[in-house]
């Protein structure tokens, strides 16, 4: 009897700089941060890679296997970041056995919820990941859907203060 689960995640492609390039593009303006770079998830590095991505509060995240290989396309946007979805991740022991690396695009935290999980729609639309992964799911989002999501933010207001006409040194707020 297997302690297993799950069955292992399929593969998928090789992380390179066109799949990296799929996954900055998919966040649009919600992204920030640095080009994504590798984190290590070899036991030896495990504690250390996901305290540092405890910090990163919302984004996307390609894990690979030791070939590089991507296993898992996932989002994150919740307390405890991306280094607390990996976690949950790396309790099945067969996603625990085969994650060893993982690229993250961080994103925006105050990004709407929707808005990250419609990137994670689009990264596997534009990497076709679509039926190439096992039973993986990603969520299905139009270009007018995402364009409302994201802009769906509110920003800051700034109003340039006024000068009274009384007195020119009083601002008058709007």
């Known amino acids: 009897m297997s302690r297993d689960c799950c069955a292992e995640p399929v593969a998928g492609p090789v992380v390179d700089a066109r799949v990296l390039r799929h996954a900055w593009t998919a966040l649009g303006p919600l992204r920030c941060g640095d080009w994504p770079a590798p ?44 280094g607390a979805r990996l976690r949950d ?50 969520p299905t989002v139009s270009q007018a859907q995402w364009l409302a999501l994201v802009t769906s933010r509110p920003g800051p207001r700034v109003v340039p203060p006024r000068l009274d006409s009384d007195s020119d040194s009083r601002v008058v707020l709007a």
């Open 39 to 82: 984190y290590s998830l070899e036991l030896r590095h495990r504690r250390e890679t996901l305290s540092v991505l405890d910090e990163v509060l919302a984004g996307l995240y390609l894990a690979v296997d030791a070939d590089g290989r991507l296993r898992w396309l996932g989002k994150a946007h919740r307390d405890g970041g991306i």
């Open 89 to 138: 991740h790396l309790r099945h022991p067969e996603r625990a056995r085969v994650f060893t690396g993982v690229f993250v695009v961080a994103a925006d935290p105050f990004s709407p919820p929707q808005a990250i999980e419609a990137a994670e729609g689009r990264a596997a639309d534009a990497m076709r990941l679509r039926g190439r992964m096992g039973t993986r799911r990603w």
